[in-house]
Nanobody
Framework: QVQLVESGGGSVQAVGSLRLSCTVSGDTDRTNCVAWFRHAPGKEREGVAVIYTGGGATYYAASVKGRFTISEDSAKNTVYLQMNGLKPEDTAMYYC?????????????????WGKGTQVTIPS
């Protein structure tokens, strides 16, 4: 089993920044990536960014590319999502998830383990 715990959410004004953290524990032998997803009311859950823990490859959704950066600190077993230039449309519950995926930005169905999420709110 793999456990993931998100932190760092909150409310910030537009064009502000937040850094989300995802602390990973447990047996990660059968996973090769950690991804951030978000789910806004009335919308489907969407992939935001992923990092492949073996070689460090990263992929981003078009809507966040250039504004968000995913990184990992293997010593702390933590994956970060630095979010800059935040917009009201970034408002959502953000989840981190771990799984075994071939490449690219995973679909939610492709992830095996999920955290409980952290809320990000950007008032309009």
């Amino acid at each position: 089993q793999v456990q993931l715990v998100e932190s760092g959410g909150g409310s910030v004004q537009a064009v502000g920044s937040l850094r989300l953290s995802c602390t990973v524990s447990g047996d990660t032998d059968r996973t090769n990536c950690v991804a951030w997803f978000r789910h806004a009311p009335g919308k489907e859950r969407e992939g935001v960014a992923v990092i492949y823990t073996g070689g460090g490859a990263t992929y981003y959704a078009a809507s966040v590319k250039g504004r968000f950066t995913i990184s990992e600190d293997s010593a702390k077993n933590t994956v970060y999502l630095q979010m800059n230039g935040l917009k009201p449309e970034d408002t959502a519950m953000y989840y981190c998830a771990a799984g075994l995926y071939a490449s690219g930005l995973p679909r939610p169905s492709g992830m095996d383990y999920w955290g409980k999420g952290t809320q990000v709110t950007i008032p309009s």
